[in-house]
C-alpha cells in the first residue's frame, strides 16, 4: 500500500489551488471517480488548446515566410502568393471555434462532492477560459494579418505581424506564471512539480528571448533595447544553466524507476508499469527537448549582440544570413520535437491517471 500511493504524490496532475493539499486529500481525489474522469477531460482540453495556440503561431509563420519569398524571387508571382496564403488560411477559424464550443459546454460547477474537487475544477476552468480567449484573439489577429494584405495595406500588415510576435511572448509568460502558481502547493517529492518549476523556468526565459526577437523582426531593435534585456535574460539563464531543477527530475525519475522494478515482481501492474516506463521515457524526451531549445535560443541572442552594429541590415551578408538560417532551421526542429514529446509526455500522464484510481483502491482493500 504504501509503495502505491507513492506514485500518487509523485504523479498527481494539479491545476492551481490555493492551499496546499496534504496525502489525504490525494488519495481522496484519486478515488473520486468523478473528478478524476472531469480532470482528465480538462487535461485533453488544456493540451489541444496549447496545440492549437502553437498551430496559430505556426500560421503566423507561414503566412511571413511566403510573404517573405514574395518579395524576395523574382518568379513569387502574386498568384502564387495567394495560392500558398489560401492553403495557410482555409482551415484558420476552425480548430479555435471547435475549442470555443468545447469549453463554453463545460459545466460551470464539478459535479463532484469533494470540496477541494470543486475548487480545483473551478480553477482548472478558469485556466481554459483565459487559453480559450487567447486562442479566439489570435486567431482573429491571423484573419487580420491576411485582411489587410488583401487590401494592400503593408503598414497595418507590418504592424499585425510585430504585434503577434509580442502576443507570443505575451502567451510563454502566462504559462509560465500558471506553471509556477502551480507547482508551489505540490509535495517536494511530486515528479510533476519539478516538470512544472523546469518549464516555467524555461518559458520564462524564452518569452523574454521572444520578445527580444519581437523587437528585431518588427524592426525596432537596437543596442539599447538589447542591453535592456541582458541582464533579465543572464539571471533567467542561469537558473536554467545551474541544472538544479533538472537534477532533481532525473533523481525522481530513477526513483520511479525503483519503485516500478518492484512492482516487476507481481503481474497484477503490467498496465500500471507500462504507464510509468511511457511517463519516464517522454518526460526526459520532452525535457531535453526544450533545454535543446533555451540553447538555440540563447544563440540567437548571442548572434544579435555580436551583430549589433548590422540591427539594422541583418541579412544582407551572406555570412550572417546564413548563420541566422541555421539558428531557424534548428529552431524549427527544436519545435517539433517539444510537441512531439509533449503530446507524449500528456497521453502517458492520462494513460497513468485512467489506471492508476483502480489500482489505489484495490491496494486500499487488500
Known amino acids: 500500500m504504501k509503495k ?7 504523479f498527481f496532475n494539479n491545476f492551481t489551488f490555493s492551499e496546499k493539499l496534504n496525502s489525504k486529500d ?12 472531469e480532470s482528465k477531460v480538462f487535461e485533453k482540453i488544456s493540451m489541444e488548446a496549447i496545440n492549437i495556440i502553437a498551430y496559430q503561431n505556426s500560421q503566423q509563420d507561414k503566412i511571413i515566410n511566403t510573404v517573405l519569398n514574395f518579395f524576395e524571387e523574382e518568379n513569387f508571382s502574386n498568384t502564387d502568393l495567394w495560392t500558398e496564403l489560401d492553403k495557410i488560411t482555409e482551415n484558420f477559424s476552425i480548430y479555435s471555434d471547435e475549442l470555443n464550443t468545447i469549453v463554453n459546454g463545460l459545466n460551470i460547477k ?9 475548487k480545483l475544477y473551478s480553477n482548472a476552468l478558469n485556466i481554459l477560459h483565459e487559453l480559450n480567449d487567447f486562442s479566439l484573439s489570435n486567431n482573429q489577429l491571423n ?14 500588415y507590418e504592424f499585425k505581424v510585430a504585434k503577434s510576435y509580442f502576443k507570443s511572448a505575451d502567451f510563454l509568460q502566462l504559462v509560465a506564471d500558471y506553471q509556477k502558481t502551480s507547482s508551489a502547493i505540490m509535495p517536494s517529492n511530486s515528479i510533476v512539480k519539478t516538470m512544472l518549476l523546469l518549464d516555467s523556468s524555461i518559458n520564462e526565459y524564452v518569452s523574454v528571448a521572444t520578445r527580444v526577437n519581437a523587437y528585431q523582426m518588427s524592426g525596432n531593435l537596437d543596442l539599447s533595447i538589447l542591453n535592456k534585456y541582458k541582464t533579465e535574460l543572464r539571471k533567467k539563464y542561469s537558473v536554467i544553466d545551474s541544472g538544479k531543477t533538472y537534477r532533481d527530475l532525473i533523481s525522481k525519475l530513477e526513483r520511479l524507476d ?10 497484477d501492474y503490467d498496465n500500471l508499469i507500462r504507464a510509468i ?3 519516464i521515457s517522454s518526460s526526459k524526451l520532452y525535457t531535453e527537448a526544450s533545454l535543446r531549445n533555451v540553447e538555440i535560443w540563447k544563440d540567437i541572442i548571442d548572434f544579435y549582440s555580436s551583430n549589433s552594429a548590422f540591427l539594422d541590415d541583418l ?9 541566422f538560417d541555421n539558428l531557424s532551421e534548428r529552431q524549427r526542429f527544436a519545435m517539433e520535437q517539444i510537441s512531439k514529446f509533449s503530446n507524449e509526455y500528456s497521453q502517458a500522464s492520462i494513460e497513468f491517471q485512467s489506471i492508476f484510481p483502480d489500482i489505489l483502491a484495490q491496494s486500499i482493500d487488500r
Open 143 to 156: 484573419i487580420e494579418i491576411i485582411n489587410h494584405l488583401s487590401e494592400g495595406d503593408l503598414e497595418k
Open 277 to 279: 516506463n511511457n511517463i
Open 110 to 118: 464539478s459535479e463532484s462532492k469533494n470540496s477541494k474537487a470543486q
Open 258 to 267: 525503483d519503485l516500478k522494478n518492484d512492482l516487476n515482481k507481481t503481474k
Open 4 to 10: 502505491i500511493f507513492l506514485f500518487s504524490i509523485l
Open 315 to 323: 541579412y544582407s551578408d551572406s555570412i550572417r544570413s546564413a548563420t
Open 26 to 37: 490525494y488519495e481522496d481525489l484519486y478515488l473520486d471517480s468523478t473528478w478524476m474522469s
